[in-house]
């Protein structure tokens, strides 16, 4: 309810498609007050090519796309902007799509699915709620090699979730602590996981984990907290910066 304050009157609105249904209709209630016109991408009109770990390519309303991320949400996230260009050419703005295809393949989030290394494999992502962790498991899923998990989690949060569905995908997990004053207890984690697991504090968590990922040719996911995953890629770009 909060965010429609940001509405403003007679000025077009561009709300993300993958909104749950209560949300559209307090953000078309919101826009009908204030006489402005609502855009929402057409998901019906997006059709995903091929996606994985590197980027993904798509298609909407017959023109093709490539974003250098992985995801549904990315792909929905492109579709706004997208749209948010569209109105902007309606308002008189000269953006050429040669000029909007650039912006939204060189456009990157640091830590959200993002590659450190390509040999061994080296994921980062922060995402720490549910719809965080079905979309990295996603995408995740489908790698041919197996997988050495860095898990880490704020108190607070939903380990036993996380824990479950991450025991699908992982070889081994390294729970972490220590990257921040309110993370769990990696011993306290373990307690969620069904695959192997082991507890280290972080710097040793990554160095656990890259010497798994070279004895048994895996590759390692830093994945719980976005404070974990800042905190490992540092320790990574230390360390490992030149694989």
């Known amino acids: 309810m909060q965010k429609t304050g940001i509405i403003k009157k007679e000025c077009p609105v561009i709300l993300s498609a993958d909104n749950i249904?209560?949300?559209?209709d307090i953000a078309k209630k919101k826009a009908a007050e204030c006489d402005s016109p609502l855009v929402i991408p057409e998901l019906s009109e997006c059709v995903t090519v091929q996606s994985d770990i590197s980027g993904t390519d798509f298609t909407y309303k017959g023109t093709d796309y490539r974003i250098n991320m992985?995801?549904?949400?990315?792909?929905?996230?492109?579709?706004?902007?997208?749209?948010?260009?569209?109105?902007l050419r309606n308002c008189g703005f000269s953006v050429s799509d040669?000029?909007?295809?650039?912006?939204?393949?060189?456009?990157?989030?640091?830590?959200?699915?993002?590659?450190?290394?390509?040999n061994p494999p080296v994921i980062a992502d922060g995402g720490h709620n549910i719809s965080g962790i079905d979309s990295l498991i996603d995408?995740?899923?489908?790698?041919?090699?197996?997988?050495?998990?860095?898990?880490?989690?704020?108190n607070g949060k939903?380990?036993?979730?996380?824990?479950?569905?991450?025991?699908?995908?992982?070889?081994t997990a390294i729970c972490a602590d220590g990257y921040i004053e309110n993370n769990m207890d990696a011993h306290e984690l373990m307690k969620y996981f069904s695959c192997p697991c082991e507890a280290a504090d972080y710097k040793t968590a990554l160095t656990r984990a890259m010497a798994l990922a070279e004895e048994k040719n895996s590759a390692v996911l830093?994945?719980?907290?976005?404070?974990?995953?800042?905190?490992?890629?540092?320790e990574f770009m230390r360390k490992y910066k030149n694989l």
């Open 70 to 87: 992985c995801g549904r949400h990315q792909v929905s996230n492109a579709i706004t902007a997208i749209e948010a260009v569209n109105v």
């Open 222 to 234: 830093i994945c719980g907290s976005l404070y974990l995953a800042s905190a490992e890629r540092r």
């Open 98 to 118: 040669n000029a909007l295809k650039q912006g939204l393949e060189s456009a990157k989030v640091k830590l959200r699915i993002e590659v450190l290394s390509q």
């Open 21 to 24: 249904a209560d949300t559209v």
């Open 158 to 171: 939903n380990p036993e979730y996380a824990g479950k569905r991450l025991s699908e995908i992982l070889d």
């Open 139 to 154: 995408i995740i899923k489908s790698s041919d090699r197996s997988i050495i998990g860095v898990v880490g989690m704020m």
